[in-house]
């Protein structure tokens, strides 16, 4: 069930790639979430009327605990860069449909820029082992590594300048770990639209199962407006907030 609730926030740090680390006491929340690649909606201060979307990186049913990632983009994500430990966040969830995952699958994580965080909840509490493949726009900008060489048994990293990892885009990481090791159960992607459509590419080349989600734009975050609605390729509207932010690959209209 989701609930709305007033979190305190028991950590906050600034992560050397410029995003924003904070972990919050989830009041029940943690121990409803069913799967990773669910998201959390919070109010960004009394000016900003709409919540923002931001996705569960890791939690702790036991300890009562969320934790999320962020970058601090505009005006609700800056707001929220700017608290402290002890103060409170008014935050609903756990919200929408997540990765589905096999307790003994072994799957291909696949993440881009600001879409690495919520792969780190599937290296934690999905699947038996785990390849993952980041990528970022630079070494600069790379973020939670250690988290991630601790949950998977690989990390494969790429950057847009080159200046750490492979010099390119993931998608030629995912095409060569699925040459190298077929046996995965699926690949699992967060980031960009551009970088989904070709991770999804790849994996359909292999035949493999792909689970993409999906960051659109959100209003109400629970289904009761139409700001999220995203085209199917069956020509059918779904909302990214409820029916997503995870959807199967081939469910995707990738010319919209
Ligand atoms: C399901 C879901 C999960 C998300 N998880 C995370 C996360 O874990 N960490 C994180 O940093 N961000 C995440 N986002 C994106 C985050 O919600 C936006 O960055 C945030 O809403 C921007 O709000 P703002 O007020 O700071 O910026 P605004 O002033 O509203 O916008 C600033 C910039 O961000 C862009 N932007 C706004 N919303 C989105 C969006 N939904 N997707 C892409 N670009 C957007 C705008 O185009 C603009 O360029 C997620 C979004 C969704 C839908
Ligand atoms: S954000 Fe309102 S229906 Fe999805």
Redo the contacts with the bound molecule.
Sequence with gaps: MTVEQHCTILEVTHLSSG?VSITFESKGMAAQITHPGQ?VHVK?GED?LLR??????NWSAERDLIR?????????????SQRSVGETLDVLGP??HGFQMDPHGRYLLVGGG??V??MLGCAVHGGEAHTAILGFRSGNHAMLLEDFSKACTGVRLATDDGSLGHHGFVDALVRQELTDNPAYTAVLACG?KPMLRSVAKVASEFGIPCQV??????GCGVGACLV?ACKTADGHYRH??KD??VFPAEEVDWNE
């Design positions: 995003a998201f960004c900003t923002r979307p931001i996705s569960i990186c999320m990632v962020f970058e601090d983009r505009g005006k609700g994500t800056h707001w929220l919200l929408g600001i879409g965080p919520p960009p989600s999906m960051e659109e734009r959100m999220c990214a907030c997503g932010p």
